[in-house]
């Protein structure tokens, strides 16, 4: 292995504190207090995790609408790690039926515990702790299961024809669930559909299953699969069900269908002439092999990191003490420490070590016009600086050369990396994916072209990280990192997949750097994985590249 996988793999800590095992946790809960008197809540789960100090949100379930037993359908994948205590929060929230974020939603309550005591338990049930301290009536259980080591993934569409109509003044709304059947005979929600509104023909959109969740490695387990008719009360229609396995879905690899009856077992019995409530169709089934974060750096795909710097007025004047671009001969600035924290973790993957450095909303030299791009270094056609020491010392150099004026766009800046990643498209291999930190001080003023830019952005090898500094009102800025619903551009079209993540550097003022880039670059790995993986490009094999020992002990 090469020195600068060594390194990273040192800074990551691969070697110090290996991941034990990857677990999954499932969510149910049982009897969600109405709050509202005229309807039932839409609930939605929240998970968090405790690191250094911080709850982090991991990951969230989907939204049930009216329903007080929710059972979901979203898997949570989580390494799990002997030697640490991992600390858990689970939120309930009751979702606005108009609105998909948090923002609007009730919180109703949350249980904590520790990841070591869900996987000794295998199933933990809590009661879930209400706003003010006092216990719910609603348990929540969360069960865990570890993963076997197979990392494939299956995609599945399915559709069906000639459903049964269960609705007197317009057809059906069918969706489709899929249970996996375990030794003990329990069952275990595998995937739920989507709802296709008044159709006996259904078309489910594509959906992607881990094999273990699917059939825990176990290609000949039944698989209990039941078609529902949706009701907006909560209540649905069973319209019917089948068995299937994973060995029968294969049949599907090869571009044929596999269909099975629906069958309700009550018609089955009480009408003479009856034949099925219709039939369900695997139109495709596809084996995707996943492959790891290492996978791709270790067969030579390097991080393309670039700072963009906020130098609007109000970050007040660098000569001034009590700027945010002060220059303390003793003490860097929040700027300065955000940049190293984060810089110093990406610069491992880089074997150059050259990274551009832009600011944003200056008047710059020689004409004093706003700039929302410009190089640093003032070398527009070389932008690059020799390490993160590089960079540091290019912002340093520029602050008294700068006018400090706005607004806060940061679209244009997003737009000219998005550039260079969309060069890497064309390449078709995984040689390099880019990374964007960029520091600011305020809400930006360009919002819908932000989101504009970030949609595009989703469909490149690219992540944007952006730590806000100062002690401004970020809220909004919550919106760009999909913690508040899908980020979509102003004209409607959804984030291909969620590549920005978003922190204030006050909550890590008082803890080691260490924290802060570990917040904001837990997700990128993830982010890596997903893009190379979502356009099935593979990782180059490793003894392509020159290497002086492997991975190992």
Known sequence: MSDIYESAANSLGLFSSPCLTKVELRVTCKGISDRDALSKPDPCFVLKMKSHGQWMEVDRTEVIRSCVNPTYSKVFTLDFYFEEVQRLRLELYDVNSSHTGLKEADFLGSVECTLGQIISQRNVCKALLRPGGNVGKAIITITAEELTGNDDYIELSFSARKLDDKDFFSKSDPFLEI???NDD??????????????NLNPVWKTFKVSLNSLCSGDHERKLQCTVWDWDSNGKHDYIGEFEASFKEMRGAIDGRQ?????LNPKYTVKKKNYRNSGIVILNQCKIIKMH???DYIMGGCQIQFTVAIDFTASNGDPRNSCSLHYIHPYQPNEYLKALV?????????????MFPAFGFGAQIPPDYKVSHDFAVNFNEENPECAGIQGVVEAYQACLPKLQLYGPTNIAPII???ANSASQEVHTK???QYFILLILTDGVITDMADTREAIVQASHLPMSVIIVGIGNADFSDMQMLDGDDGILR???GEPVLRDIVQFVPFRNFKHVSPAALAKSVLAEVPNQVVDYYNSKGIKPKVPSQYQSSRQFGP
């Open 179 to 181: 249970y996996r059947v």
């Open 185 to 198: 005979a329990t069952m275990q929600l595998v995937y739920r559909t989507e709802t296709v509104m008044n």
């Open 258 to 262: 596999v269909q099975w009856p629906c």
């Open 292 to 294: 790891s974060f290492l």
């Open 341 to 353: 924290a984060v810089g110093e973790i990406c610069q491992d993957y880089d074997s150059d070590k």
């Open 415 to 417: 737009q000219k990396v």
């Open 429 to 431: 291999e995984a040689m």
């Open 489 to 491: 551009s102003p004209k």
